[in-house]
């Protein structure tokens, strides 16, 4: 247990990147909606609304890849820090803060094996980043480690953590949220990774591997309607941060399994044909009937294709490990220099 414990929320960071959030925003939504098909990016779901909804999402029956991810962390989590040799401080840095539910499995798993760390809680979000900071003191009350939580974007966040904390890193990229890019994507997303991390850095991160089509397609069309408010919550971000006049009664939410790509994939779809403006680009974008929106993929995975993605980008892979019923992969991964 470490004497003390150091709370660091970098509001300098946050205050920097706001107007660049906006403008991001603008960009996104400007190259989305004006190509054909249209199309908007996956990341603008997780504004502080967006992260709450998919707190919810992964608290669902349906939804088992929390689960199965849980199963791995708490049954081989000790396991996990093995590959940690040895006695000295590293940064345990978390990509994107969930509620911390299946962190606090691996946490465990790192104080049981008297590793010492400091967690880093990364997110774009300041408020996903404090509830997980609270979440924690009601866990642990006295916490047995120390946490520096960083608000910014994810290889600002890593590059300011090595310019300040010497350390090395074990970066966690849990869920499935590799899955929300494609194949040319990741490859860049991992690369970009590799480059902001050290010779000897970890990285474990989730892949949701394929399986039976009614299993996905449950899980991405939940009887609650949680996932569809998800997806509707980009539509009311663009209202507020773009001057926008979506009416979502215009339209509907809809998630299927593409068998070509192999992508679970989320559209919202136009019911008529309908103009919609956004005053801070000073641009109207038509709507046909029943023209969709793309919101999202969320690619499946074999074995195979974790392999070529971590050879094609820098990473050695250390050791797979999955969850009974083979639904997902919790990959550990070494970035070689």
Known sequence: MLDTERFVDIKRLASEVTSDIRHELALAVLEGLSKLPKGLPSRLFYDDKGSELFEQIMELEEYYPTRCEAEILSQQGLKIT?????????????????NGAKTILLLNAFIEAKKKFSYVPLDISSTAVEFIITNFKKEYGEIPFSIQGLVAEYFQGIKWLNQNIQAKNFVLFLGSNIGNFNKSIALRFLRQLWYSL????????????KKDLDVLYDAYNDSKGITKEFNFNVLARINEMLGGDFDRKQFQHQGLYNVQTGAMESYLISQNRQVVTLKELDKQ????????????????????????LAGGTGFEIVENFTDSKGYFIDSLWRAKK
Do not use: T
């Open 198 to 209: 050290n010779e000897g850095d970890f990285i474990l991160i989730g892949f949701d591997l």
């Open 285 to 308: 974008f038509k709507f046909k009937p029943w023209e969709a929106i793309h919101m999202e993929y969320s690619y499946k995975y074999l074995r195979d294709d974790i392999s070529d």
């Open 82 to 98: 093995d590959y940690l040799v040895g006695s000295q401080q590293f940064n345990l840095v978390e990509l994107g803060c969930g």
